[in-house]
C-alpha cells in the first residue's frame, strides 16, 4: 500500500465517521433535534450538525488507531502462538463479550438495565461475524477468526471511552461510528494492498486451466537400405 492509497483510506473512513454518527444523533438524540425545530432554531441545529459531525470524526480517528495497533497485534500473535493463534482469539472474544456485560453493569450500579448491555454485546458479536464472513468470502477462510478479533475485540478496547460516559447516548454514537469504520477499513484493506491469498488461488487457477500444447512429433524416416 503506498502513501496515496494510505491517505485516501485515511479520508474516507474519516467522512464515513461523520456521516454515521450525524446520522445516528437524529436517532439517538432525537429530543435535542426536536427541541431545536419547536420553535426553529437554524444556528442550534448547525451546531448540533457541527458538534455531531466533529464527534464523528474523532471516534474515526480513534477507530483508525486500532485498527492499525489490530494489524500489529495479528502479526505479533502469529509470531508468538503460531497455529494456536486463532484459538487465543476465540478466547479473548468470548472473555470480551462477557466483560462488555459484566463490568459495564456493575459500574453504572444498575441505572442502566442489564438487558441495554447483553443487547449491545450480541450484536456488536452479530455483527462481527456477519462482517467476518464476507471478509472470508472475499480473501480467504482463515480470515474469519482475526476478522471477528478485529469487530469484537478491538471494537470494544476502542469504546472504552464511551462507557465510561454517563448515560448510554454517546456510548451509543460512537459504537455505531466504531463499528461502521471498522468495517470499512476491514473489507477494503485487501482492495487497497492486493490479497496475497486470491493471488495464490488465481495463479494455481490458471495454472490448471492452462491447455498444455501438444507438441508436434517427429516422424521418423526411413532408414536407407
Not at 1 to 26: D, E, H, P, Q, W
Not at 80 to 109: E, H, S
Request: hydrophobic share 50%; net charge positive.
Amino acid at each position: 500500500m503506498n502513501s496515496r492509497k494510505l491517505v485516501g483510506l485515511f479520508f474516507k473512513t474519516l467522512f464515513l465517521g461523520a456521516f454515521v454518527s450525524l446520522v445516528a444523533s437524529f436517532f439517538v438524540n432525537a429530543h435535542i433535534y426536536s427541541e431545536n425545530l419547536q420553535p426553529f432554531d437554524a444556528v442550534g441545529l448547525i451546531g448540533l450538525f457541527l458538534w455531531y459531525t466533529v464527534y464523528g470524526m474523532l471516534y474515526s480517528i480513534v477507530s483508525q488507531a486500532g485498527f492499525f495497533a489490530y494489524l500489529f497485534i495479528h502479526r505479533f500473535g502469529l509470531g508468538l502462538f503460531r497455529n494456536f493463534w486463532p484459538t487465543v482469539q476465540i478466547g479473548l472474544i468470548a472473555f470480551v463479550i462477557f466483560d462488555l456485560i459484566y463490568f459495564p453493569y456493575k459500574a453504572t450500579q444498575g441505572e442502566v438495565a442489564l438487558y441495554w448491555w447483553i443487547l449491545m454485546s450480541f450484536s456488536l458479536l452479530g455483527v462481527g461475524i456477519i462482517v467476518a464472513t464476507i471478509k472470508a468470502k472475499q480473501t480467504h477462510p482463515r480470515a474469519f477468526v482475526p476478522a471477528l478479533f478485529l469487530m469484537v475485540v478491538m471494537t470494544a478496547i476502542e469504546w472504552v471511552p464511551g462507557l465510561q460516559t454517563e448515560g448510554t447516548d454517546y456510548a451509543t454514537l460512537m459504537i455505531f461510528t466504531l463499528v461502521a469504520c471498522n468495517a470499512y477499513q476491514l473489507l477494503v484493506l485487501h482492495k487497497l494492498s492486493g490479497s496475497k491469498a486470491r493471488e495464490e488461488l488465481n495463479n494455481s487457477k490458471q495454472k490448471h486451466h492452462h491447455p498444455k500444447k501438444k507438441g508436434n512429433k517427429k516422424r521418423k524416416r526411413p532408414k536407407k537400405a
